[in-house]
């Protein structure tokens, strides 16, 4: 075996560990995190004073809700890691309370997804150290087939 096969991989995580750490309001647990099938990360909120972020708010979830659930962590730095070709959380500078409208998110993605995802949570998780400050979470949970049917 040789030196790069032995080079440790940066971990992903799940979504119930990430709505863990949010819970837990102690957010350096995803420093060093991968962006992976279950949990993405955005630097700052989606626009939705623009078309083009309530289409890529739609698609991010959309895409979360086809491949079994998953969240979206808003108020995190990710770069691409120099160890694998993924990005990597470097930093967790946070998000102002108030930064994003709930309503506003929920309501933008049930307008632009069919069938309708159930049980969508938007919602803003504060910081153990200020409580003004904090990340934002889109919990996207996973979908039965016979729920999206109405």
Do not use: C, W
């Amino acid at each position: 075996m040789n030196a790069t096969n032995t080079r440790p991989k940066t971990p992903s995580m799940t979504r119930e560990e990430a709505l863990a750490i949010l819970a837990g309001g102690d957010f350096d647990g995803f420093v060093g995190v991968t962006e992976g099938l279950e949990v993405e990360f955005k630097r700052e909120p989606y626009r939705m004073g623009q078309d083009s972020q309530k289409f890529e708010l739609a698609k991010d979830v959309s895409a979360l809700a086809n491949a079994g659930g998953g969240v979206i962590v808003i108020g995190v730095l990710a770069e691409r890691g120099d160890e694998v070709a993924l990005d990597v959380v470097t930093e967790v500078p946070l998000v102002a309370r108030g930064a994003v409208d709930e309503q506003q998110y929920d309501g933008t993605v049930s307008d632009r997804i069919y069938p309708r995802l159930n049980q969508l949570h938007v919602r803003f998780y504060p910081s153990q150290a200020d409580g003004e400050r904090g990340l934002v979470a889109i919990d996207v949970p996973p979908q039965q087939e016979s729920d999206a049917i109405s």
